[in-house]
């Protein structure tokens, strides 16, 4: 009896549970197992297309002759680099009229034409052309040979199916003079942007964990960027940064904070001096990391304050009693407090960040320095149109991640056993 | 101490003060007021002098007192240095002077004799700069975008720091961005297909999570275990990784450009979070009440129906708007799956108005409000939902 009802939960849970993993197999999992599979092919975006055999018909009427019509038909391999076989023509055409010397290809049957074309090459092309007569001498209707559409089979190879392999995406991005500042550009955006939004969350959210009028204002205000649609944010910050007719820039050359603009967004260095010392800071990045900072600091700001808020109060009191300041209150209580919840959400910033794509891509498109790896990915698939180097790039991101992702799971387990 | 006590006071709240001047000053000059300086030592000094004169007289004289005269006399001498300004400036400043001089007015002597008084000060002044530094640093860029969408390309080239609205032209022309990107941008249709893709996207994720939901959370099978830690790992994989098959696949499908395809793509990429969510919550909810529908013999679908979806709905409604915010929002995959403008979604839409040649920038911010205030519009109205959508969805972003 209990075997039965054990069998009958396994299959309701597997019924239920199908439909999901199903479409999340199908559109992320078989993804990334393809991204292996294509890193190791040499494709380009042109040639994701499978080719086809493609027919462009023309129908014109025969000079002094009434009851003929000749028809024209533009046949071509519609890749330039495949081939495609065996392939299969078929038209349908009016009753009452026959084909006059037709191609000994075809084959004319209940009012159809059928063809065997046999084997076309890359960019093969012909012109193909078929007469017909009225049976009875009639007058021809040109209109009714436009009705039908020839429909053509063939078959080619899928390039993303065949067995050839190569390593030469991976020898090219490992071997790229850019990898290295790629990686070191990602890492520096990653890190400093994770970290800034922290610091700002806690700033924050200390703030707001205080009585104060217009508080509940405050703490949805903070949300916003986070909320709102990142296209929209970063064209305002575009606005707000340009060099010429930009906001910022003309309120400080207003004030006269600054003698001229500074390309917040398209310079990649600039000369900072420290005690005569000369630092070269790397100012497009440097921009992107502040609005990164500015859009993610309020997801550290909601974390920190709901963990803020359940520090029990005795503990500040009994801080007070043994005379404690403000600063020994915050380095003392609230901080250790906070460490499990900054700790973890350094990590799944980190992760995100890392992956980040659409705020480099919309303010600087990886111009000035700003080129992460998820940018590169981009770029070398879609904008050079290389997509065996473009999933090439991101298995070394896949790569990157998992490891991450083992610190991440490994941290959360030692949290869940500490607890 | 005390010394050292009253010294840091009247140093932050000068700083403070300062810092209040100066966001009024910068929201002033983008209503076209010429104003060319900041004039920090005018300011630092005269904060230094009001909080001294504050604290020394504080127990002599009547409070209110004290706070009317203080602003009074500093508006009066912003007055003579900053003159010809517009009136409602100054109403401003004396505004800002009543609450600065009032903050200062609640510490007097006596306030400096306690252990730690700089440091409490300090700590207070902080807080209330911190909000207000917040608060504006948050705000002024949605502020720029609504100005901005009422101005015109002309009158931004004459004055870039003019943001001032002319109320008094008639309700067309203070509009026409945003008449112009619905007519002739057609945002009306992009809207359209925002909201289909993105109300799609919440109810067929909700149709498959919430059976995976139930199933991950209450019965036993055979990789039960495997499936949820699955869920996180999947959802930690970012969309770029999943774009190049993604577009080689769709593409040899015929399923780019086309709504549908985005449907699919976003259900899938909500799916794992959506599970991840609702099984947390439906753990909570007692067994006893699922095992007395099963004694009434109810099967699963009655049990979701009837016994789990009525007690979760809180839930269920967090995990719908913080999906419907992600679709809304989603940015990479329609970039990459919409190549025809009849299928744009909103963010698709502004994104080619920026690539397309010289769109007026007051069209592509009235095209930035009007995808922006949907979202913001749910989020304040719905916040308690969001807030827990986002707290629970927590990695995405």
């Known amino acids: 009896m209990s075997n039965t009802l054990s069998k009958i939960e396994k299959r309701t849970a597997y019924a239920l549970t199908l439909p999901a993993v199903l479409i999340v197999f199908a559109i992320v999992l078989f993804p990334i197992f393809s991204n292996v599979w294509i890193s190791f092919k040499e494709v380009q975006l042109k040639d994701i297309r499978i080719p086809e055999p493609r027919a462009k018909k023309i129908v014109k009427s025969v000079k002094n002759e009434d009851s003929k019509i000749k028809i024209i038909y533009k046949l071509r391999n519609s890749s330039l680099i495949q081939d495609i076989r065996n392939i299969k023509f078929q038209d349908k055409f009016p009753n009452n009229v026959q084909p006059v ?36 001498g009639e007058k021809i209707d040109k209109k009714k040979f436009k009705l039908n559409k020839p429909n053509l089979k063939g078959k080619a190879d899928n390039i993303l199916l065949t067995s050839d392999f190569t390593l030469s995406n991976f020898k090219k991005v490992f071997t790229n003079y850019e990898f290295k500042d790629l990686l070191l550009t990602t890492f520096y955006y990653t890190f400093f942007g994770t970290v800034g939004a922290i610091v700002f969350g806690i700033l924050s959210a200390q703030m707001v964990n205080q009585n104060f009028r217009g508080r509940s204002f405050i703490r949805s205000t903070l949300l916003f960027p986070y909320v709102a649609p990142v296209v929209a944010l970063a064209f305002t910050w575009e606005l707000l940064l340009d060099p010429n007719s930009g906001t910022l820039n003309n309120l400080l050359l207003n004030y006269n904070i600054i003698d001229k603009p500074i390309n917040l967004l398209g310079q990649k260095y600039v000369s900072i001096f420290v005690f005569g010392f000369e630092f070269k800071l790397r100012l497009a990045l440097t921009t992107v990391i502040i609005f990164e900072i500015w859009r993610y600091f309020p997801l550290a700001f909601l974390f920190i304050l709901a963990r803020l808020q359940a520090v029990p109060k005795e503990l500040y009191e009994a801080a007070d009693i043994d005379g404690a300041g403000p600063y020994t209150k915050f380095m003392n209580i609230t901080l250790p407090q906070i460490t499990a919840v900054i700790s973890i959400l350094f990590m ?18 990886g111009a000035s320095g700003t080129r992460t790896l998820p940018i590169n990915v981009y770029e070398q698939g879609f904008s050079i149109g290389d997509i065996g180097m473009g999933s090439a790039v991101s298995m070394v991101i896949v790569l990157l991640l998992l490891f991450f992702m083992l610190i991440y799971f490994k941290l959360i387990g030692k949290r869940a056993n500490e607890s | 101490m005390r010394v050292k006590s009253i010294i840091t006071f009247s140093i932050i709240s000068s700083f403070f003060l300062f ?11 983008l209503q076209g007021i010429e104003l060319k300086t900041l004039n920090f030592n005018f300011y630092f000094l005269s904060g230094i002098i009001i909080s001294f004169v504050s604290i020394f007289l504080s127990q002599k004289l009547n409070k209110l007192f004290i706070v009317i005269i203080l602003s009074s006399v500093f508006v009066l001498i912003d007055y003579f240095i900053n003159s010809s300004l517009p009136i409602w400036h100054y109403i401003g400043t004396f505004l800002i002077l009543l ?9 007097n002597k006596k306030h400096f004799s306690y252990n730690f008084s700089a440091q409490i000060i300090f700590f207070d002044f902080l807080t209330l700069f911190g909000i207000i530094f917040f608060s504006f640093v948050i705000l002024f860029p949605f502020y720029l975008m609504l100005v901005t969408s009422f101005k015109t390309q002309t009158l931004l080239l004459i004055n870039p720091l003019d943001f001032s609205i002319d109320f008094t ?9 945003y008449i112009i990107v619905f007519t002739e941008y057609n945002f009306g249709k992009y809207m359209l297909n925002s909201s289909i893709v993105s109300i799609g996207t919440v109810i067929i994720t909700l149709l498959l999570g919430i059976p995976a939901a139930y199933a991950v959370a209450r019965l036993n099978f055979f990789g039960k275990h495997f499936l949820s830690t699955s869920i996180l790992i999947i959802y930690m994989f970012p969309a770029i990784v999943l774009v190049i098959p993604l577009y080689t696949v769709f593409s040899q499908l015929g399923l780019r450009n086309s709504v549908f395809g985005l449907l699919i793509i976003y259900t899938a990429t909500t799916l794992p979070v ?14 006893e009440l699922e095992e007395a529908g099963i004694m009434d013999g109810q099967n699963w679908f009655g049990i979701i129906v009837k016994i789990i979806l009525p007690l979760s709905l809180p839930a269920i409604a967090s995990v719908a708007l913080y999906v419907f915010m992600i679709a809304w929002n989603e940015f990479l995959f329609s970039l990459m799956f919409l190549d025809s403008p009849s299928s744009f979604t909103l963010s698709r839409a502004i994104q080619f108005l920026n690539v397309g040649a010289e769109t007026p920038r007051q069209y592509l911010m009235a095209g930035s409000v009007v995808v922006t205030l949907p979202i913001l519009f749910i989020f304040v109205y719905f916040e308690k939902y969001l807030v827990s959508g986002l707290t629970s969805g927590s990695v995405k972003g």
Do not use: H
Not at chain 2, 274 to 287: C, H, N, R, T, V
């Open chain 1, 101 to 136: 010397n037709l191609d000994e290809r075809c084959k004319f049957i209940s009012n159809k034409v059928q063809c065997d074309f046999g084997d076309w090459s890359k960019k093969y092309r012909e012109q193909f052309i078929i007469f017909f007569e009225t049976k009875n």
């Open chain 1, 348 to 365: 799944i910033r980190f992760i995100w960040n890392f992956n980040k794509f659409e705020d480099i891509f919309l303010l600087t498109g």
């Open chain 2, 19 to 29: 810092s209040l001047i100066s966001i009024w000053k910068i929201l002033s000059t």
């Open chain 2, 99 to 107: 609450f600065f001089v009032n903050k200062l007015s609640k510490y």
């Open chain 2, 169 to 177: 032209q008639n309700i067309k022309s203070l509009f026409k961005s």
């Open chain 2, 274 to 287: 959506a599970i991840y969510m609702l099984q947390g919550y439906f753990k909570s909810i007692p067994k």
